[in-house]
């Protein structure tokens, strides 16, 4: 009950937004047509109606079978049409705010006893251009969103060279591919993953790395794909590890046994895949009289209140003696909360985690995502001193079910 007394405060906010945004749109319609104006106003509270309608209802149809289409993109499009109405809000708020500044400016030189050819100071009337540009705003975002459903499967290759001076020579031109945030429980095109696999398959890695998030909540979201991962094979093995959706924390479970068979079950679906899961653990990875470590930790986060089961404690000791050393963890916050203080020698670092949150902009020169105001290293290759990381965009999407900006993807390393 509680949950769904939020869903109608929220419902009544936006009620609130759509009849302010609404004065707006009757400003840039007032030339028009009375058949235009009729068309238009009717066309603009049916969406707005159904916006509410479909919002109040969330909570109570959440816990039936519905499908991933109402799920997912229904709840896209109500999250794209609230932030259209909410960037447009700002420039009509700005409008008012010049308005109220002209109205008091106005109301207080006739008190002082200016000649003006009304008795008092009247309504300034809105800015048919902040309308306008509000407006088109609000809609250049909506648009972005809508837009943003067909990239999801846009899969692109990332190809990073990596110089380490302590890498032994027996490991120098090796191709690492990594891979993270499947979420198997969001794809709804089979044929478009099957590629991105295959995509992945033709760099012909040496090894290949998976970094947490295989599912959304559930071990059966991977029911219909393990035909298409169980491909995903390289010379020197798959490793990978689990993220904070794996252990299912988000949804609601009859008892804590079902939730913790839920991730034994999955830890038995990374085996079947023939992916070695690296809990807390390390291997060592041996070619031509020379080797490296690997280590895999379990989810830990340092930032909001993701989970902390990871333990470098466990898998850490026993890989001092190696010259180069790779550690998989999901969340990339944890690289400057315990790796850079406490284990120096750590040389590169693979998360995933944040998909760049799906939104943003990236070109050669500028990177920008709202996520990076929440994380200092979000997308991409970072550096301190003479340890990397490298954050993953993500193999798949969750919540909205599409990518713009920040594209889906799939790393290539070669280390030299």
């Known amino acids: 009950m509680r949950r769904s007394g939020i869903w109608w405060l929220v419902a009544a906010i936006l009620m609130l937004i759509d009849v302010y945004v609404f004065q707006a749109v009757k400003n840039v319609m007032q030339y028009g047509s009375e058949k235009t104006r009729l068309w238009i106003t009717v066309i603009y509270w049916l969406i707005a109606v159904l916006g509410w ?3 109040i209802a969330l909570p109570y149809i ?7 289409f109402f799920r997912n993109y229904v709840f896209a499009i109500l999250v794209g049409l609230f932030m259209a109405k909410l960037i447009g809000s700002v420039f009509f708020l700005i409008d ?55 990239n999801k499967y846009n899969y692109q290759m990332k190809h990073i060279r990596l110089q380490f001076p302590n890498l032994p020579n027996a490991f120098k031109g090796i191709k690492i591919a990594q891979i993270s945030d499947i979420h198997s429980g969001s794809f709804n095109n089979k044929p478009a993953v ?7 398959l033709q760099e012909k890695p040496d090894l290949i790395l998976f970094t947490g998030d295989l599912v959304n909540d559930r071990f059966e979201e991977m029911n219909d794909y393990m035909d298409v991962f169980d491909k995903v094979k390289a010379p020197m093995g798959v490793y990978s590890i689990l993220g904070n959706h794996d252990y299912g924390d988000y949804i609601q479970w009859p008892s804590v046994q079902a939730k913790q068979q839920n991730v034994e079950k999955l830890k038995k679906v990374h085996a079947a895949l023939r992916w070695r899961l690296l809990m807390n ?14 280590m895999g930790i379990e989810n830990w986060g340092a930032k909001g209140r993701f989970p902390k089961y990871g333990k470098m404690e466990l898998a850490f000791p026993g890989t001092e003696k190696y010259p180069f050393k790779i550690l998989m963890s999901h969340d990339p916050s944890h690289w400057d909360a315990e790796v850079r203080p406490m284990y120096p020698d750590i040389d590169l670092m693979l998360s995933g985690h944040t ?11 500028f990177k920008w995502s709202p996520v990076q105001w929440m994380y200092k290293q979000w997308a991409g290759l970072y550096q301190e001193g003479n340890q990397y990381l490298y954050v993953n965009r993500g193999f798949g999407f969750i919540g909205y079910p599409g990518r713009v900006g920040i594209l889906p993807e799939i790393a290539i390393f070669e280390l030299i």
């Open 96 to 150: 008012d705010i010049r308005r109220g500044i002209v109205w008091i400016v106005a109301f207080f030189t006739i008190k002082s006893g200016a000649h003006f050819a009304d008795n008092g100071a009247e309504p300034i009337s809105r800015s048919v251009f902040l309308s306008w540009m509000g407006i088109g705003m609000g809609t250049t975002l909506l648009g972005t969103f809508l837009y943003g459903f067909g």
């Open 281 to 294: 653990e390390h291997v060592i990875l041996e070619k031509n009289g020379d080797a490296i470590a690997l």
């Open 62 to 68: 959440q816990g039936l079978q519905v499908s991933k």
């Open 53 to 55: 309608v479909a919002l």
């Open 355 to 365: 998909h760049g949150m799906q939104f943003g902009v990236e070109t050669l020169f």
């Open 194 to 200: 099957v590629h991105g696999v295959n995509m992945l």
